[in-house]
């Protein structure tokens, strides 16, 4: 008998970025300058991976820009990623926090019109313009459950999600990739729905079995040119 189809892994690379200060002290046509440089390095990647940016500054001290990447191909993601700092305004950024997390490929049923870049399910990730999104660290008693347990906990938490309409959540696994166990990436139409369904699965059982889940970062979206004009 034939084994099914298995689809490949989506390695999912979120990265947050301070802007050094020298960078706001060059003269006017040099940021120019800097700025479209680095817009079209980050742009020349588009046509082969997923990208989303979010404007983090003003909400945080630690980090002025998140740039959300995703991709079937962990060395080519890899390789996308060092190249971030090699051009134009690039140079003055600082990677302050950098998570790499791991999704189920979409279902090799799906036809090729149904996905983005070849591997992407349409319509699943960086739909919405807020996002919250911060690492998990699972505690010891959270493995010492059956899978019937933790199936039922899990389940209880999605229950809260579905009833917000204009939220959309995803779970990227870390374990054997990154230090946290998963990153959690939840995403609204609306920032009262974001915050109002943070609130409640705060008050879930499953919240017991977690040794840790911060820091916690609200990202707006926005293209990264707007992004480059507010904080430089």
Known sequence: ?????KSANIYSSFMFMKLQ???????????????????NMVGAAQEKLFLRTYLVSGLRSDADILIWRMSDDIAYLQEIGARTFSAGAGRYFTPTYCYLGVHPGADPALQKKDLEFGFLPKDTFGRHRFMLLHPVVKSHNWYELSETERAK?????????????????????????DEPDMIVCREAKALEDLTAATHELRLQRIKHYTFDDKPVFLCLGRDLREIMDAIS
Not at 1 to 5: F, G, I, Q, V
Not at 153 to 177: H, K, M, P
């Open 21 to 39: 200060p020298e960078f706001r002290r060059l003269i006017s046509n040099e940021k120019i300058a800097a700025k479209q440089e680095f817009e």
């Open 1 to 5: 008998m034939e084994k099914p189809k």
């Open 153 to 177: 906990l899990t389940d209880e938490r999605a229950q809260v999600v579905s009833r917000y309409g204009g939220i959309q959540e995803n779970i990227f696994t870390s374990c054997g990739l």
